[in-house]
């Protein structure tokens, strides 16, 4: 069987079977840098987390409380609508779990806010349970400001916009509000798997 497949196919460019989703290729060693804007340089010092919106006592924590939150280790495939994916990432960072363990809400949608204005949204529960992380390291190095730095948000089960840079908190909203990307045209969940690249896919 696989005598007559690696005839047909060549070489081998889309890494391990099962891995890339449909209508992506596999990067490699690359790792593009795609933003809407130019990358915001915000000082640790007046830098913030926060979680509000649906929350009766909505939370910050300043850049020394976040670092001292317990941290984890995430390797992870990512896939970017534009078509790139990239096999093993591996990153540090702060569960969403973490951050919104003692969070009471009725709200069942999420917009990640950010330095320089982006947004994205997504359902609650696609950001808990092990699924979603703010990440603060990336190859074991403080994550580079083009790729996000100080922190970006890390969803890798959605294409990579929903993957918001430089990520400034949480807004806990009860009914869907579509993000930056969302609102031009781009779908609204963004399941790579199913190319739910555009809105109507
Ligand atoms: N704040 C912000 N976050 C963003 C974006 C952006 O323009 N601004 N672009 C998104 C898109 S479309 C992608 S593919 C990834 C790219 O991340 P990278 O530059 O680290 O590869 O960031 C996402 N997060
Ligand atoms: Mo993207």
Excluded at 47 to 68: C, K, Y
Excluded at 138 to 146: I, R, T, V
Aim: glycine share 10%.
């Amino acid at each position: 069987m696989s005598f007559v497949s690696r005839g047909f196919t060549g070489r081998r460019r889309s890494g391990p079977p099962g891995r890339l989703p449909p209508g992506q290729y596999d990067t490699g060693d690359a790792f593009p840098v795609l933003s809407a804007g130019p990358v915001p340089r915000r000082h640790l010092d007046a830098w913030d987390f926060a979680v509000r919106g649906e929350i009766d006592d909505p939370l910050t924590w300043s850049w020394p409380q976040f670092r001292r939150l317990p941290h984890v280790d995430i390797t992870a495939d990512i896939h970017c609508v534009t078509s790139w994916s990239k096999f093993d990432t591996h990153w540090s960072g702060v569960s969403v779990d973490t951050l919104l363990s003692d969070v009471e809400t009725a709200a069942e949608y999420v917009v990640a806010f950010c330095d320089g204005g982006y947004t994205t949204n997504l359902p609650l529960e696609d950001v808990l349970d092990g699924k979603a992380w703010v990440v603060d390291t990336y190859d074991g190095q403080p994550l580079p400001p083009e790729h996000g730095g100080p922190a970006r948000l890390l969803v890798p089960h959605l294409y990579f916009w929903k993957s918001a840079k430089w990520v400034r908190g949480l807004k806990l909203t009860l009914t869907d509000e579509p993000g930056f990307w969302e609102n031009f045209g781009y779908h609204n969940y963004g399941d790579p798997w199913k190319q739910q690249r555009y809105a109507g896919d």
